[in-house]
């Protein structure tokens, strides 16, 4: 009974396979194939691997597969409005994996079937926006993303996984995989920006501005202040929300590199993003709809030449906080993070949280150090919004970073109140 039921509860899931995927292909006037073809071919690919299991017959699944594909291709061939619009490949081809989804149903693989399933379909019914998007893409984006590739996929498994140099922490497996992450997050970015340009409004301009490069999205916008091409108000808006963006983005690291990190760190980063909102809220509200424009300050974060200069500053981080951790104990760590930060966070957020991780530093140690790193990074922005854009702009981005610093600060007394 039970083996009964789950044979038809597989059967049943198949089906919705393809009843999903062939309601898309229904919107298709030229489609071969629509609802009901797709729920049959994908119950046949089910049939297909049932027989073939209970009749020790291998062969069968792959005939099915040529069958399906011949009939749906010859289908398309031999209607002249189709042979001459359209080719029909993606029909072809999405009715194939509904057949191989419905011999992997059947072998046990019901989530991995469903999944696909329903990914397949959003990539079809995407069509346009997928298409809009590629074409949005310019030659160098697609090339940044062929060089991330290269980085993670090809040099990444290069390299020896053991530690070098003093202290051990000279690993160049981790190292490039920190470069890795911080390019794949600044990549994704990068991406969203540009397939959004046109119409951007501030909130989305000053996100993912921030996942890119907070500092840069800081001086192109105080630029932007200093030209009058938009109001204090809008310009405020952007550089806050790319602070915002900052925050979240070391939270995501830590998250990723030492979890243990992300509960104390949150006592300093949350408070931070909340105290952000009164003075966002008061700018949004000012800058009456105004849009985001492109800049030529966010540059593509995956060129070999950034991911180098990162991956030696890194491991220059890495090797000076252990030797100041050693030497002079968290006092150097600290000064080492403030400094840094000046100009990157990302750097001693990954070092303070991978030194924690591995029990060099404490976790208390790793948080000060990365919030410190946080707090000279603003007062920083702070200070590049007054030399680009003017006295006004610095003063209203100093007022506008003066509640999260104070929290900060709060977050930094309750954790040594609790150590």
């Not at 009749?55 to 061939?77: E, H, N």
């Not at 696909?116 to 590629?134: C, D, N, S």
């Not at 310009?235 to 992300?262: D, E, G, H, M, S």
């Amino acid at each position: 009974m039970n083996d009964t039921f789950e044979l038809a509860l597989t059967f049943a899931v198949s089906a919705a396979i393809g009843l999903l995927v062939g309601t898309e292909r229904e919107r298709k006037p030229t489609a071969k194939a629509g609802v009901r073809t797709f729920a049959l071919i994908a119950v046949l690919g089910t049939a297909c691997a049932f027989v073939a299991q209970s009749l020790d017959s291998p062969w069968l699944v792959p005939t099915g597969f040529a069958l399906v594909g011949l009939s749906i291709g010859g289908a398309q061939l031999v209607d002249p409005v189709t042979r001459a619009e359209d080719s029909g490949t993606t029909t072809v081809v999405a009715a194939l994996l509904v057949y191989v989804l419905g011999a992997l149903n059947f072998h046990g693989e019901r989530t991995l079937a469903v999944a696909l399933g329903i990914g397949m379909t959003a990539l079809l019914y995407f069509k346009t926006e997928l298409e809009g998007a590629a074409t949005r893409l310019t030659s160098t984006d697609i090339r940044s993303m062929l060089q991330f590739g290269a980085i993670s996929a090809i040099v990444l498994p290069l390299l020896p996984d053991r530690g070098f140099g003093p202290y051990g922490v000279l690993n160049p497996f981790h190292i490039w995989l920190m470069v890795v992450l911080i390019s794949g997050v600044s990549l994704a970015g990068y991406v969203a920006w540009r397939l959004t340009l046109e119409g951007k409004g501030l909130l989305l301009t000053g996100l993912l501005g921030g996942v890119i490069s907070s500092t840069a999205t800081t001086f192109a916008y105080a630029r932007h202040a200093r030209d009058a091409t938009h109001t204090p108000a809008a310009v405020l808006t952007v550089i806050l929300l790319a602070n915002v963006a900052k925050l979240l983005r070391v939270l995501l690291l830590a998250a990723v590199i030492a979890p243990a990190v992300l509960p104390m760190l949150a006592v300093t980063m949350l408070p931070a993003l909340v105290a952000t909102a009164p003075a966002l809220w008061w700018n949004y509200r000012r800058a009456s709809g105004e849009k985001g424009e492109d800049t030529d300050r966010l540059q593509n974060p995956t060129q070999l030449g950034t991911a180098l200069l990162f991956g030696a500053f890194y491991a220059l981080v890495l090797l000076a906080a252990a030797w100041l951790s050693e030497v002079f104990g968290s006092g150097g760590l600290f000064v080492l993070s403030f400094i840094s930060g000046l100009t990157d966070v990302d750097a001693i957020t990954l070092s303070s949280a991978r030194l924690a991780g591995q029990g060099n530093i404490s976790l208390a140690e790793s948080v000060t150090a990365i919030t410190l790193a946080v707090v000279s990074n603003m007062l920083f922005k702070a200070g590049v919004s007054t030399v680009v854009g003017g006295r006004t702009v610095g003063r209203l981005v100093t007022i506008g970073f003066a509640l999260p610093l104070l929290a900060i600060v709060g977050g930094l007394l309750v954790l040594d109140a609790l150590a």
